[in-house]
């Protein structure tokens, strides 16, 4: 009998499950709202409910699933299972990986949401065949994961891979997590969003974003930033521009240290730039990595989109499994 995985794409708004076979192939997929202000085992009922849906639309037997895998968000212990702590769904201490086995009776393996999606990408995208990857997802914050040797590197605290919290601007903009300068507080598309409320706002600045929103400047999506980049928007441009460079502050400073044959850039607002501002990206990591060290470093997009969540759910359950 083929065996078959369940990959489980957990966020604060919706949770999306799907039976994945060994070679990648999506055999089918159910989605369902997370409904984060309900209790905890609610939205835990949910994440099961999606689980059978996905099994039962793919038309295969409960007998040839061998595990499920989940990225979630927020620090996690890899090990346990256990979400330590995830704002966005208000969670604290949550036994996922137990709480999941119990309701579906399937081996249950947990990693953080963005890990996860690195680890897609190494099996399924952009980096098949490469050893040591980092990857950085570029959203309403920014994620990052690591791959030594072929496998997800956790660091002593469980906590490796957090590019978002690298400094690139001391006494920078204050980020969410109460330092300031992080590439956070800078590039991600919340951070961008702050500007153009900013600019537009308090000084003033003419731009097609307050057309493109209707005025609600407070959460600024992606395809909209696409339509005021292709309109050629000077603000847009402008903020952009200094996302790049932060960007390329920050993987100059990983290359440095880690010298990775990988950089994959993923995410909302890396799926809206156009190879331009990608080459921007490497000019300024060029400018601020030594000499020479990004000699054989390729940066590349990601190219799973919004599937290297459920695929790199289904590579942790796979790997898991098997090395248990």
Known sequence: MSTNVVGVDMGGTKIL??????E??????????????EQTSAVIDRIAESIEKAINKSNVDNASIQAIGIGAPGPLDPETGVVIFAPNLGWRDVPLKAELEARTGFPTFVDNDVNVG???????????????????????????????KGELFHGASKTAGEVGHIIVKADGPRCGCGTRGCLEAIASRT???????????????????????DGDLKIIRSGVLVK?????????????????????????????????????????????????FIDNIRTYAEKYALPDTLNGVQIVRAKLGDNSGILGAAALARQRFEGT
């Open 17 to 22: 499950s799907a039976v994945i076979d060994a």
């Open 24 to 37: 990648g192939n999506i055999l089918g997929t159910a989605k369902v709202s997370t409904k984060a202000d």
């Open 118 to 148: 690195t680890l897609g990408e190494h099996a399924f995208g952009a980096a098949q065949g490469v050893q040591n990857v980092v990857g950085i997802f570029v959203g309403t914050g920014i994620g990052g994961g690591i791959i030594l």
């Open 191 to 213: 951070a961008m969003a702050k500007q153009f409320r900013k600019a537009i706002k308090k000084k003033g600045k003419k731009s097609v974003l307050t057309k493109l929103t």
């Open 228 to 276: 005021a980049i292709q309109a050629n928007d000077k603000l847009t441009l402008k903020v952009f521009k200094k996302a790049t460079k932060y960007l390329g502050i920050g993987i100059g400073s990983i290359v440095n240290f880690l010298n990775p044959e990988m950089i994959v850039l993923g995410g909302g607002v890396v799926e809206a730039l156009d190879d331009t």
